[in-house]
């Protein structure tokens, strides 16, 4: 991310999916939301990326899985080996999927469910990149003080709390007396309102760290 006249330029992306709607739908929502990133390889195959003249970027925004017979552990070390942060995101879902992703070193992970905006605003703080509004065109972007730390719902900071303590989300749906699904959506949108408010917590260890700054662990 160089500087062009005193302006910092976009930040380049590089997107893969082998879903090519996927591909194009994400391309599009960065194009109209976040002129601060510029997607510069959008590719539906590992060897199309690695083919591509513009690849590796400074973030890559990656499925985790694939029909190419290619792990997510090589296909991390390699961007990373490459000065690419890498963001994965998945349709799977699972305790044991997070765990092996955040172990492939990734820089974050998200269920395909989760906001782009929510995304993107990860992958600045990433990045090292300004925060941007997620409102309307004009509105101002929020005071520090106020993206600080995020409103939870009881029943989102109970999730938190259970989950900060090791327990996987299936536990933490059972010691909730709710369905796993519940326990879930819980814990996402706890991970989504950390990273609107500046501090993406995508990896348990993340999350962990957001709680105790915030006093929900005693």
């Not at 601060?36 to 590796?56: K, Q, R």
């Amino acid at each position: 991310m160089q500087t062009n006249g005193g302006r910092r330029a976009p930040a380049t992306l590089a997107i893969l999916d082998d879903h090519g709607l996927l591909v194009e739908s994400i391309t599009s929502w960065f194009s109209e939301n976040a002129p601060d990133f510029d997607v510069v390889c959008s590719e539906t195959s590992w060897a199309g990326c690695l083919g591509n003249p513009a690849f590796p970027a400074d973030m890559v925004l990656m499925d985790y899985q694939l029909a190419e017979n290619v792990s997510i552990e090589a296909r991390v070390l390699t961007c990373k080996a490459a000065g690419a942060k890498v963001v994965v995101i998945s349709a799977l879902g699972g305790t044991e999927l997070e765990e092996r992703i955040n172990a492939s070193g990734a820089d974050a992970y998200f269920d395909k469910a989760t906001s782009m905006r929510v995304i993107a605003a990860s992958m600045r703080q990433l990045l090292g990149m300004p925060a941007m509004h997620s409102g309307t065109p004009g509105e101002p972007i929020q005071h520090a003080e106020e993206l600080s730390k995020p409103r939870l719902s009881a029943g989102e900071e109970q999730a938190l709390m259970l989950y900060c303590q090791g327990l996987a989300t299936k536990d933490v749906a059972e010691a909730m007396n709710v369905q796993f699904e519940t326990a879930k959506t819980y814990l996402r949108r706890v991970r989504e309102k950390y990273a609107r408010a500046g501090r993406p917590a995508s990896r348990r260890a993340d999350l962990v760290r957001r709680a105790a700054e915030d006093g929900y662990l005693t």
